[in-house]
T-cell receptor, first 114, second 115 residues
Framework: SQKIEQNSEALNIQEGKTATLTCNYT??????LQWYRQDPGRGPVFLLL?????KEKRKERLKVTFDTTLKQSLFHITASQPADSATYLC?????????????FGQGTTLQVKP | EAEVAQSPRYKITEKSQAVAFWCDPI?????LYWYRQILGQGPELLVQ????????DSQLPKDRFSAERLKGVDSTLKIQPAELGDSAMYLC?????????????FGAGSRLTVL
């Protein structure tokens, strides 16, 4: 079946380091991938979108890559801060346009320690 | 900044009871989604609307769940009867296709506990 998979183990890093989260997709080729941040008890908030023909996208301290050969996206947070602690969700689209359906991985929880 | 409104924020009910959730998307967003998120898991799409039409409801347990978006604006998700396994966060989202991509804006969610 078509899947988005993220490392379900929590990632613990020290403040100031770079956090790297992984998203793998199987059995399909999404036209784009999206990353969302989710805080406990809240809805996800959109962060970045990267299309299959883009290798890298940046926004402030965030960087996302899309490797169609490895079927993988990496999400980086540089100079991490305790306020970056949250669950990060990767979503891949199935279909296109108005009927495109976004399927999510299980999310990776990031804990940044001061 | 425009928001997706959901109510209630929290609902506790007993199994076999009926429960309903309401969602008001961002004005002008034609696509509306209902996701279910079990604690510790990612959101699972239950139903997707384009205006008032259902685009995808393949994962909606139709024996007990129903969803409608009668005038293509706000939407209701109903569960009848509720079961213990329905305890989860129910997330509504809306989107506008821009440059061929749907970027979703989520509401704060409705947390359901079934006792």
């Amino acid at each position: 079946s078509q899947k988005i998979e993220q490392n379900s183990e929590a990632l613990n890093i020290q403040e100031g380091k770079t956090a790297t989260l992984t998203c793998n997709y199987t059995n399909y080729s999404p036209a784009y991938l999206q990353w969302y941040r989710q805080d406990p008890g809240r809805g996800p908030v959109f962060l970045l979108l990267i299309r299959e023909n883009e290798k890298e996208k940046r926004k402030e301290r965030l960087k996302v890559t899309f490797d169609t050969t490895l079927k993988q996206s990496l999400f980086h947070i540089t100079a991490s801060q305790p306020a970056d602690s949250a669950t990060y969700l990767c979503g891949g689209v199935r279909g296109s346009g108005n009927t495109g359906k976004l399927i999510f991985g299980q999310g990776t929880t990031l804990q940044v320690k001061p | 900044e425009a928001e997706v409104a959901q109510s209630p924020r929290y609902k506790i009910t007993e199994k076999s009871q009926a429960v309903a959730f309401w969602c008001d998307p961002i004005s002008g967003h034609a696509t509306l989604y209902w996701y279910r998120q079990i604690l510790g898991q990612g959101p699972e799409l239950l139903v997707q609307f384009q205006d008032e039409s259902v685009v995808d409801d393949s994962q909606l347990p139709k024996d007990r769940f129903s969803a409608e978006r009668l005038k293509g604006v706000d939407s209701t998700l109903k569960i009848q009867p509720a079961e213990l396994g329905d305890s989860a966060m129910y997330l509504c989202a809306s989107s506008l296709v821009s440059s061929g991509a749907n970027v979703l804006t989520f509401g704060a969610g409705s947390r359901l506990t079934v006792l």
